[in-house]
C-alpha cells in the first residue's frame, strides 16, 4: 500500500502563485510514476502533470503547459506542483496520484484550489 498526503491548497488571485506537495510514504519502492490530476465542479477529472520516479520525462495538459512545473525530491518522497499565473479555470481539488509498477493507481485525498478573478 501507498499512502499519499497533499497539502499546499488554498485562494489566491488571478495571476498569483501556488505550490502543491504530495508526500508518499509506505511501499513507495512500487511507485513507477507520480502526478496530479484535478476536477471543477460539474467537471470529469482530468490529468494535469505527471512524472517518472526517478524524475524523468515531466508531463503536462496542454491547458498548463508553460505554467505549472512538476519536480521530485527524491530524499524526501515528495512530487511538487508549482503553478504560476494561475487563472480562474484552475480551479479544482487537485489530487495526487502514483502509479505503481503493478496493479491499480493511487489517488490522495484531495486539496483545493481557488483562484479568484
Known amino acids: 500500500q501507498v499512502q499519499l498526503q497533499e497539502s499546499g491548497g488554498g485562494l489566491v488571485q488571478a495571476g498569483g502563485s501556488l505550490r502543491l506537495s504530495c508526500a508518499a510514504s509506505?511501499?513507495?519502492?512500487?511507485?513507477?510514476?507520480m502526478g496530479w490530476s484535478r476536477q471543477a465542479p460539474g467537471k470529469e477529472r482530468e490529468f494535469v502533470a505527471a512524472?517518472?520516479?526517478?524524475?524523468?520525462?515531466?508531463t503536462y495538459a496542454e491547458s498548463v503547459k508553460g505554467r505549472f512545473t512538476i519536480s521530485r525530491d527524491y530524499a524526501k518522497n515528495t512530487v511538487y506542483l508549482q503553478m504560476n499565473t494561475l487563472k480562474p479555470e484552475d480551479t479544482a481539488t487537485y489530487y495526487c496520484?502514483?502509479?505503481?509498477?503493478?496493479?491499480?493507481?493511487?489517488w490522495g485525498q484531495g486539496t483545493q484550489v481557488t483562484v479568484s478573478s
Open positions: 512524472i517518472m520516479w526517478s524524475g524523468a520525462r515531466p
Open positions: 496520484t502514483a502509479d505503481p509498477y503493478a496493479g491499480q493507481k493511487y
Open positions: 509506505g511501499r513507495s519502492v512500487s511507485i513507477a510514476r
